[in-house]
């Protein structure tokens, strides 16, 4: 199993940006497609963003496309997901997670990190 250590949330106003970082360790990403999600309080958590091992592939939730970008550095075992244009409904707990397939929207696995808090303020 991959352990992932999630950080770069914080408080925000909305409009503003934010860019989650996260690290694998104990092993490496490798070639796994590796997505985002999140959870509000009281909800389910859902997907946000999922992208291929070489980085050619990237998709999104409807709710954040066109504002939020996923990207990797498979040298540094770390994923990113740059937030911008914030709103409030985007306040949630934020993990990241290896997918099953590309193109999926489900985890591999229930091995889930801390996540990290975003919070975005009107």
């Known amino acids: 199993q991959v352990q992932v250590v999630e950080s770069g949330g914080g408080l925000v106003q909305a409009g503003g940006s934010l860019r989650l970082s996260c690290v694998a360790s104990?092993?490496?990403?490798?070639?796994?497609?590796v997505g985002w999600f999140r959870q509000a309080p009281g909800k389910e958590r859902e997907f946000v963003a999922g992208?291929?091992?070489?980085?050619?592939?990237?998709y999104y939730a409807d709710s954040v496309k066109f504002r939020f970008t996923i990207s990797r550095d498979n040298a540094k075992n770390t994923v990113y997901l740059q937030m911008n244009s914030l709103k409030p409904e985007d306040t949630a707990v934020y993990y990241c997670n290896v997918l099953d397939r590309y193109g999926s929207r489900v985890a591999l696995d229930d091995n889930w990190g801390q996540g990290t808090q975003v919070t975005v303020s009107p």
């Open positions: 992208i291929s091992w070489i980085s050619i592939g990237t």
């Open positions: 104990g092993r490496t990403f490798g070639a796994s497609t």
